[in-house]
């Protein structure tokens, strides 16, 4: 629980942007933000090249508090990830704000950003079960810097609404990029049940959070009857500057059905342009190599549309131009030609999504989990696609798909298993070929578990694959939910 603070006394680097220029770095720390282009991000804590992995574990127990939950970080190298020298995070670390307390949940959301322009990445942990004095659930970020020796949680900052509302779960979404020219480093947004807030480094600030303003999304939300769930960020019509979009799920008459809200970058902060169809799930790449992000929208409960065929969950591709996202989208499901599989009723299929090349051909393509896909009898077991990218775009040639019963790939398929919940490509060896970790986190009862899947020319493959729980990391494991989030 965090004590309900006034913002004039608050203890972090932030402000909250309102388009107000804030002061830059100075010259000799500003670093090199990478959060622009979806393909810019990274998350090198330490500086050294090579991409790390931040797992997020918010069910764990910390100091006996069930459901606290507690980060990981595992440091890329040449040889890529392993399981030792990693290091754990939680609210019972010290310089973390706050304390490990049942529900909170730290870990529920991730993300990662050179916030303050010194050249090493940064860890941004949601909490959105943080009770704020006697406020339940109004959550809280907390920020870890990163360094030479990689993340800290020494003077580690904290974020959390200026007037903290009962269930408003601060910090449901994160995600960070470089939004605007206001600041040297990449800005931070940060999602609650009703609201959007964007903050940015103020290196003049002495260590003052300030509340300026938010960008509320309640008004917008009630109009359009959409709750809002994720972030994703990408530069769509390459002007240099990322865009943000907030994901959601519409309520009220017509429910169910995904909307997302484009908030377009430019070089005197965001700006509304327009909301398309699809959501909750989002992320962004390049599939069809032009040089402009697309967006790729997941929506793994898609209500059917009354016909005698379920769709099993939706994917749907916007296109970014010189004039940003295209006004139509390509839609997919495991119907649609070259994608394994048979779409059926609850298979979750787009319930995660990641973008990025993982054959080296200079054109991303899309990893898309499926929690719910059954695998025989096997209900909610769980698997994971890969699709390519292409020059035309997308395409389900050469797709292919795997699962817990798949040749190469460890353990066998169990109920709610959920492999694929949470997917992420990543290179943390650095050789331009984006690897496949596939979670699990209902493995052994709620435990969770990772799997990895190297990247060769031919793209994904099984063969050598190996899997990793918290233990692993020396954290605790039970009921762990290890794997709930991984940062993109």
Do not use: C
Not at 341 to 351: Q, R, S, T
Not at 377 to 394: C, H, P, S, Y
């Amino acid at each position: 629980m965090r004590t309900n603070r006034s913002a004039a006394l608050a203890a972090a680097s932030f402000l909250l942007m309102t388009g107000a220029v804030l002061a830059a770095a100075p010259a000799a720390q500003a670093g090199t933000p990478g959060g622009t282009r979806a393909g810019d991000r990274n998350s090198d804590f330490n500086g050294d090249g090579y991409e790390d992995v931040l797992v997020g574990a918010p069910g764990a127990t910390v100091s006996g508090a069930k459901g606290a939950g507690l980060v990981t970080v595992q440091y890329g190298s040449s040889r890529g990830i392993g399981t030792s020298g990693a290091a754990r995070f939680s609210q019972f670390t010290s310089g973390v704000a706050g304390a490990a307390e049942a529900g909170d949940a730290f870990g529920r959301a991730v993300a990662t950003g050179d916030l303050d322009a010194d050249g090493y990445d940064d860890a941004v942990i949601g909490i959105p079960g943080e009770d704020i004095g006697t406020v339940a659930d109004a959550g809280g970020v907390a920020v870890l810097w990163g360094s030479q020796s990689g993340l800290t949680g020494a003077a580690g900052d904290w974020l959390q609404a200026e007037e903290p509302a009962a269930g408003a779960q601060f910090g449901t979404g994160l995600a960070a990029a470089h939004f605007t020219g206001d600041t040297p480093g990449d800005l931070l947004a940060v999602l609650g049940r009703d609201d959007l807030r964007i903050y940015g480094y103020d290196g003049a600030a002495s260590g003052a959070l300030r509340q300026r303003a938010e960008r509320g999304l309640s008004a917008a939300a009630e109009q359009r009857d959409i709750q809002p769930e994720s972030l994703t960020t990408g530069d769509y019509d390459g002007n240099g500057f990322a865009d943000l979009v907030v994901s959601g799920v519409s309520v009220g008459d017509e429910p169910g059905h995904g909307w997302s809200d484009l908030l377009s970058g430019h070089a005197d902060g965001l700006a509304y342009d327009r909301s398309v169809r699809g959501g909750p799930v989002a992320a962004s790449g390049d599939v069809n190599g032009d040089g402009y992000d697309d967006l790729v929208t997941g929506e793994p409960h898609s209500p059917d549309d009354g016909g005698a065929t379920p769709t099993g969950g939706v994917v749907g591709v916007r296109y970014g131009g010189a004039e940003g996202l295209g006004t139509e989208a390509d839609w997919w499901t495991q119907h649609s030609p070259g994608v394994p599989g048979v779409a059926e009723a609850g298979d979750g299929w787009g319930g995660d999504l990641s973008v990025a090349d993982t054959d080296g051909d200079g054109i991303d393509d899309l990893a898309v989990g499926a929690p719910g896909e059954d695998i025989g009898t096997v209900a909610d077991a769980g698997a994971v696609w890969v699709l390519r990218g292409a020059v035309r775009g997308l395409t389900g040639e050469g797709a292919t798909s795997w699962d817990q019963d798949s040749a190469d790939v460890a353990g066998v398929p169990e109920k709610g298993d959920k492999w694929g919940g949470q997917v992420r490509l990543t290179d943390p060896n650095a050789d331009g070929r984006f690897g496949l970790l596939a979670a699990a986190p209902g493995e052994n009862a709620g435990d969770g578990f990772v799997w990895v899947l190297s990247a060769g020319s031919g793209g994904i493959t099984a063969a050598g694959s190996w899997s990793y729980g918290a233990a692993a990391l020396g954290a605790p494991a039970t009921g762990s939910a290890f794997g709930a989030a991984i940062d993109e």
